[in-house]
């Protein structure tokens, strides 16, 4: 059974940082595209980064770009999300999954999925 597990999520003010982990078991997720969608109460789930097998290709949204960094350690079947500069409107719950599709920025794209762990960002 293929798992995902998210953690590293909190609470933490505005300009502060957190490192979210998602450690995946079950089967092999070779070559397989591991991304960090997050979603706010009352709207849709959205991209926020990805990272291909090899790690080095990384996409990012806008919102986040040059604040968060994505990173995987495929020894440990695990991907990271640095998150620095943490904002207000980075409040969500953040979801980690996997693809094994080119494709990459919509949730559709990927077969797998964690529970989710809640992070928000006090003014």
Not at 24 to 52: D, H, L, N
């Amino acid at each position: 059974q293929v798992q995902l597990v998210e953690s590293g999520g909190g609470l933490v003010q505005t300009g502060g940082s957190l490192r979210l982990s998602c450690a995946a078991s079950g089967r092999t997720f070779r070559g397989y595209t591991m991304g960090w969608f997050r979603q706010a109460p009352g709207k849709e789930r959205v991209f926020i980064a990805a990272i291909r097998w090899t790690g080095t290709s990384t996409y990012y949204a806008d919102s986040v770009k040059g604040r968060f960094t994505i990173s995987r350690d495929n020894a440990k079947n695990t991907v990271y999300l640095q998150m620095n500069s943490l904002k207000p409107e980075d409040t969500a719950v953040y979801y980690c999954a996997t693809s094994s599709s080119a494709a990459y920025s919509s949730p559709t794209y990927y077969n797998y999925w964690g529970q989710g762990t809640q992070v928000t960002v006090s003014s």
